[in-house]
């Protein structure tokens, strides 16, 4: 998988694998689903960067978020002016039983494992606290889903194209309540990889790339839910955002559509308030009224997010900003969605969101 | 499971003991700020003048969720409620054996117990209705 991404990335870019000085690779559970730990090398060899230095990151589902960062960081200080970064992730050969287990080694295993908490369980708490402070509803977070769900009709890279309705998600058996089966994303086997280049490096290699990614941010917050103030927000990912905002020069005003970290429902809902796109409390109806479809004001999760575009969790992080580079060029079968778009980003989040990276994305030309 | 003895996991553990004999504690710094063990440093405030106080007798459930897709070793104990309690300097995460899925409310007066699971035995915190 990683060397199908990594090698249509090279080929993309038009440059050939010995040139890559780095790899930078997200992967989360490969020792429990694969048996495998110490998968640096081992993609390195699959792209054909024979010899490079390659390093895995784990940070939960934010492992290839923190894998982006680190190769932009390497890039801008002057470390390296060619990278790979990237993620793969392996999860349907463990069941749904083996992957609920494994995804829930990201939460506080003491506290929160031990007294039989799953992450489906995790963000239920967090969305059952939000309807009980903030307001709305499972039908809410209906809308979220029948809107991802429909965005990923045209994404060809997108594991579910199934349309469903606010009624199948009503009506769908819970998981942990008040989240159901349309409330989660899916469990996923796949792989992301980009090539980050820098300007010298593009310039004088004829590289012809419109994208850059011009912000990067991550933050952090205490690992078990029990031990924050205020479940009903994700202050790593606002203090994340600050970052990138400030480091691209822009603010949320000027973003023109997000890919946020929507492993449930609600968790687009509190990624978009943390972002600064809604207010504390008015992110919960955005997908009902319709701002945040492919049509609205501010379009989220346009490749249909984890929801439908599926989320192998080393490697979302990576996904996102491949897709997001896809949208703005206008190769991606939602282009035509974000037209007039010039700037984006992306939040990937790990755990209860107490990784999380933000990367802005904006057309250089 | 594993054909050896679970190893203790120190702190955790010890206050589960401490639960059972009615004397739990948590950690509080020097500016209130509350943790279960163990810590050696106040994350909030960076205090580590850290002393150890009784968990308050009673405390309020803030969110809930009865869980239908459990992992392998909660298979037995499905659907179950896990809970999330504010106990006023400290919140605690912890099961809720002995109340129903529809009676469950934000809001709840609970105390905090021990109880067991039902896949594998194991101690698990618990909350009980006051």
Redesign the interface.
Known sequence: MFAEAGLGALDDAGVAPDEVEALYYGNFMGEMADHQGHQGPMMAEAIGADGVGATRYESACASAGAAVRQGVRDVRNGEADLVVVGGAERMTNIGTAGATEALSIAADDLYEVNQGITFPGAYALMARAYFDQLGGSTEDLAHIAVKNHDNAMENEHAQLHREISVEDHQEAPQLASPLGLYDSCPITDGAAAIVLASEDYAAENGLDETVAITGTGQGGDRLALQDREDVTETPAAANAADEAYDDAGIGPDDVDFAEVHDCFTIAEVLAAEALGLFEKGEGISKAREGITTRDGEMPINVTGGLKAKGHPVGATGASQVAQITMLLRGDHGRSDAVDDASTAIAHNAGGTAASTTVHVLEVTE | MADFERAR?GA?DDLLDAIEAGEGEYLECANGHG??PPRRIC?ECGSRELSAEPIPESGEI??????????????D?AP?I???ANFGPV?????MQDTD?DEAE?GMVVGLDVGE?VTTG?R??TFEPR
């Open positions: 996991d955790f943790w279960l994350p803030v969110s809930f969720t009865e869980i239908a897709v459990a992992a392998p070793n909660f298979a104990d179950y896990t809970a999330l919140q605690v995460t912890g099961m899925g934000v699971r194991d698990v915190l």
